[in-house]
């Protein structure tokens, strides 16, 4: 692989975990330092920013990116995990037909927009006690989370429908929407439900925009869900899924390179950037801070490498958070550049 260290984006196919998604990387990128930033269900596909290398650092300030979300909301029913793949806890007795777009619109207008507080769905990937409450839940333990502030910049709806299933009549509501990190749209789903009176659940999810990165981008990797059956200890036979790259891709170096964001742009894409001089490119090296001011988590760059993300520390002084290259690299670097 012609790159040690950047980032990748992935269009996750639908069945598969992000972690599926992370261990087909590895295989694809030939290193097992891999990570993603921000997690999608398996029933959600879209957007999976992938680091691998030293990048890995980087992705705690992508997790923080805002994302735009396509959307399918269920309203006449509820599920145990806000979605299509749990169990259908309750279909209504309220008519659902007799709800109109326009009460749609103005539930999520006064209530789904803007600064909210919202509880995360009961299966989802917060932490209780250092345990992720979807697996608490599905030890049939009582969950309980706390609301957390979330901004919901946009929630547009694009189209309502009848839909007639298992004898029973449904409202699908399409939507856009666009929201700051840690939102939940299951729980956007859930809560447009309760207020309308009739329960709501997600049908479809696709994640097409985290920060820059966009799923459309010519440099999105397309991956597939691919079932396999492998036999237990015990001599049981398990299907499994599992994420998958193309084998033209797998195939193609030069490909696979040209897919790749390297760390310094991925970093312009979501963080201010704060160019360095020799001096201050050697200070960060050793962890030194620089005689400089920055507002917020910065870029630092010099001669175009990532060298550091600095923050705010004291008066007319910036401090390193994470030091991407060493004195070592650093004097690699300047040799070839000279």
Known sequence: MKHSSGVIIVDKP??????????????????????????????ATGVLVIGFGAATRL???????????????????????DDADGDITHTLEADVTTITREDIERAIAEHLTGDILQVPSTYSAKKVHGQRAYDLARNGQDVQLDANPVTIEDFTVTDVRCVDESESTYLDVDATVTCSAGTYIRAL???????????????????????????????????????????????????????????ELKENEEELAEKVILPADAARA????????????????????????????????????????????????AKPSTVFMTAEELARLATQTA
């Open 14 to 43: 639908k069945g598969v975990t992000s972690h599926d998604v992370v261990a087909a990387c590895r295989g694809l990128l030939h290193t097992k330092k891999v990570g993603h930033a921000g997690t999608l269900d398996p029933m």
């Open 270 to 317: 979501v963080l201010p950037v704060r160019e360095l001089t020799a001096q201050q490119a050697v200070d960060i090296c050793f962890g030194r801070p620089l005689k400089t001011s920055v507002k917020t988590l910065t870029a630092a760059l010099y001669r175009g490498q990532l060298m550091a993300l600095v923050e705010p520390w004291k008066p007319n002084l």
């Open 189 to 247: 789903g859930r809560d447009l439900g309760e207020l309308l009176h009739v329960g709501g659940y997600l049908t479809m999810l696709r994640r097409t925009r985290v920060g820059m990165f966009d799923a459309d981008s010519q440099k999105t990797i397309r991956m597939t869900a691919q079932s396999y059956e492998f036999t237990q200890k015990d001599g049981e036979v398990v299907q499994r899924t599992k994420a998958q790259a193309s084998k």
């Open 59 to 81: 992705l705690n300030s992508l997790v923080g990116a805002s994302k735009t979300y396509e959307t399918t909301i269920r309203l006449g029913a509820t599920s145990t995990t």
